[in-house]
């Protein structure tokens, strides 16, 4: 059986790669959209990000502020790769601030920044990358001593879904999943 969390987010790089029909529970999905390419038509993103709403699935920009104003969205996603201290200012207007992290130095970036979630990245070994160094369940509960903001990212499948009962973690993240099976995953999630 596999093991329910309370939150599950999504990250995706176009409105195109996920169906929300498929998402029925509410008040568990949050979606990430990662623009890192190019930006979708803004009037199908307000599309979207309504039906985000009616849904009641949470809905962050990654690295955009002014996308994330513009659509009036749940909060921002900074990657592991911004550093920028700036994000302090985001508390003002009410953003839930979620970012990303590699290594224990970039978590503790990620705190200062004042990030609410931390998606720790990679839990699993990742097919696009079979040397690329991944933590583990035991290194990931660990690191969780650190802070209880984590989230693992990042080789999760269909495979080794049920190994997250083992996680020291209110819920987890997907990127890839979604995009290659994502009526398989979403069936496993409910």
């Keep these: 059986m596999f093991a329910k969390k309370k939150n599950y987010f999504l990250l995706i790089e176009s ?3 996920i169906d929300l029909k498929n998402i029925k529970i509410r008040n568990k ?3 990430i959209y990662r623009n890192n390419n190019k930006i979708d038509n803004i009037n199908e993103l307000i599309k979207f990000r309504s039906k985000c709403k009616q ?6 920009i990654a690295n955009n502020y002014g ?20 994000s302090l200012n985001y508390k003002k207007t009410n953003f ?15 705190i200062r920044q004042g990030c609410s979630t931390i998606l720790l990245s990679k839990l699993f070994k990742v097919s696009y ?6 933590l583990g369940i035991h290194k990931f ?26 996680v020291f973690s209110e819920g987890f993240a997907l990127l890839s999943e979604v995009k290659k099976k994502p009526a398989k995953i979403f069936s496993r999630l409910f």
């Design 129 to 134: 990358n079979s040397h690329a160094p991944f």
């Design 141 to 166: 509960n660990t690191l969780t001593q650190i802070t209880k903001k984590l989230i693992p990212l990042g080789g999760i499948n269909n495979k080794n879904l049920n190994q997250l009962r083992n």
């Design 67 to 86: 996308l994330a104003v513009l659509l009036r969205s749940d909060g921002i996603y900074l990657s592991s790769f911004n550093k920028n201290l700036i």
């Design 15 to 17: 409105i195109k790669d």
């Design 96 to 110: 839930n601030v979620i970012g990303s992290a590699h290594n224990i130095k970039e978590i503790l970036l990620k």
């Design 29 to 31: 999905f949050s979606i």
């Design 55 to 60: 849904k009641t699935i949470k809905f962050y």
